[in-house]
């Protein structure tokens, strides 16, 4: 039975599975990195770790497939972040990550003005919109920036970097040799043409203005194109065939629309990954910059997906695990459950690294809000996890805006997924039916793996999407829906009120 080997390199580190052409897995290993965090804006891993733990990871699933069967590599991941490399694809500096703040001082010359609404004056920022949807953001924290960090305070990389790549894309050239990005990976750069139906193609203007140096970007290919042939001497090291065909990378907000199973238009989807967003597919290109939710390209020029998303989702309750409470993820969720629905009044701010829809903030700070002589672990938990739910439904109140339509369920994936408990906070937050994809922590794999199918012909994008599963469905009435209304009444004021006190 043929096989596709999927890869997901997310913030944590790689996850690689082998996924069957019905969506279901066979062995998966996964692998941890090092992220550096720096109170000066910074946020950097090593590309070159990235490379060392994937091959483990690979290597631990290959050894148990064979390997003459694998017909595709296909590769998912974050994005909006930069790998500086050289002619052979070898990192020549840190990544800069999509959380990485340091170029803000130098956004103002590319997207601010006198005038300016969150930093976008309108004079400047409408171009920008009027082809792409968006714009850099002020706070520098996407390609833009990075690549002004890099030319004003990293000259020596700079001048060593022969390309500016997206993480999947910089994975795609390792495989491969071939340098090459898409309008999906490039969109966070917003310097393509991405109105509907428009050829995939850079915007010269919009590349001066970003101030970035056309020699630097890749060479811009439609989604879904087969990269290249994998290397023999990268197959060798893998243990894979030489020549397996390597599918351009997908932006995870791209593999979570197809790891959902939810293509149809205004079919939608939750992800609770480290980050966490709320897409779908959509038949039109809007922006709303103000809550920094626009249509982007999707997996061809017709039809768009939302794209949003908030800087912290399962990420706050690892970051309690690992800096507060020492217990393993079953543990804490199996302890929240013992708490009371809405933990006695007691909020949780989940801005752990500032937010960026439905607000762009990067100074705003997470908080504990009324905890009380009474507020135990228990309680702690449970509020973390209330509060990445609560702080959904504040996204998804501006989502349903900018769709102009109710919608009645969601699809629900990602790591955080997996817990039952969590799935039932949605529902009864977001006062709507929740369902939970199968295999949801691996979601964005399956959906990698299936759109590798699509690209190279094999199933078409509905009977690839069919393949997904739903495993349970969560309905509001059934999930303490009056208990988290009133809370979420309560949570809508805490921007407001902690606004401005984690300004460094």
């Not at 631990?60 to 972040?81: F, H, K, L, R």
């Not at 209330?386 to 919608?407: M, P, Q, T």
């Not at 691996?442 to 094999?458: C, I, K, T, Y």
Request: overall charge neutral; hydrophobic content about 40%.
């Amino acid at each position: 039975m043929s096989w596709i080997l999927a890869i997901d390199l997310g913030n944590g580190g790689p996850k690689v599975a082998a996924v069957f052409p019905d969506g279901s897995l066979g062995p998966a290993s996964q692998r941890s990195v090092a992220v550096d965090i720096g109170v000066d804006g910074r946020a950097t891993q090593d590309a070159a770790e990235w490379w060392t733990t994937l091959g483990e990871a690979i290597r631990a699933v290959t050894a148990q497939m064979p390997a003459d069967e694998c017909s595709a590599i296909a590769i998912t991941g974050q994005w909006g972040s930069t790998v500086p490399v050289d002619e052979r694809g070898e990192p020549v500096g840190p990544v800069l990550l999509w959380a990485d703040t340091r170029a803000r001082r130098y956004m103002k010359e590319v997207i601010g003005g006198p005038v300016s609404v969150q930093g976008f004056a309108p004079q400047k920022v409408l171009p920008w919109i009027r082809i792409t949807g968006g714009a850099p953001t002020p706070s520098g924290a996407d390609p833009t920036g990075h690549s002004l960090l890099l030319q004003r305070e990293f000259a020596d990389v700079y001048a060593r970097a022969r390309w500016l790549l997206e993480p999947i894309d910089y994975l795609g050239m390792k495989f491969t040799g071939r340098a090459a990005a898409t309008p999906a990976s490039m969109i966070l750069s917003w310097i393509t043409d991405n109105r509907i139906g428009a050829t995939p193609t850079y915007v010269s203007e919009l590349v001066r203005k970003a101030r970035r140096d056309p020699r630097r970007i890749p060479p811009l290919v439609p989604t879904g194109t087969v990269l290249g042939p994998l290397l023999p001497e990268v197959a060798d090291a893998l243990g894979m065939q030489p020549g397996t065909p390597v599918v351009c990378g997908l932006p995870d907000l791209h593999a979570a629309v197809l790891g959902s199973g939810a293509i149809e238009p205004f079919a939608t989807h939750v992800t609770v990954s480290t980050t966490a967003w709320i897409s779908s597919r959509v038949p039109f290109k809007k922006t709303d910059i103000l809550h920094s939710i626009a249509s982007v390209p999707g997996f061809d020029p017709h039809l768009p997906m939302v794209g949003n998303n908030q800087e912290i989702g399962g990420g706050a309750l690892r970051w309690l695990r690992e800096q507060i409470i020492d217990a393993d993820y079953d543990s804490l969720t199996s302890e929240a459950a013992t708490a009371a629905p809405g933990c006695e009044g007691m909020l949780f701010a989940p801005w752990l690294n500032g937010e960026r829809s439905p607000v762009e903030d990067k100074d705003v700070r997470g908080a504990f809000v009324g905890m009380s002589l009474r507020t135990d672990r228990a309680m702690m938990i449970r509020s973390v996890m209330e509060g990445v739910a609560l702080n959904a439904r504040w996204l998804f109140d501006s989502y349903e805006k900018f769709c102009k339509r109710r919608i009645d369920s969601v699809r629900i994936l990602g790591g955080g997924a997996q817990s039952s408990l969590w799935c039932s906070m949605y529902a009864g937050i977001l006062d709507r039916r929740v369902e939970q994809v199968a295999q949801p922590r691996d979601a964005q794999l399956v959906g990698a793996a299936l759109w590798a199918m699509v690209s190279l012909g094999e199933v078409g994008l509905p009977e690839a999407a069919a393949r997904v599963k739903v495993a349970e469905a969560f309905e509001p009435a059934d999930c303490h829906r009056e208990t988290y209304q009133e809370a979420y009444v309560e949570y809508r004021g805490l921007y407001k009120r902690l606004r401005g006190l984690g300004t460094r």
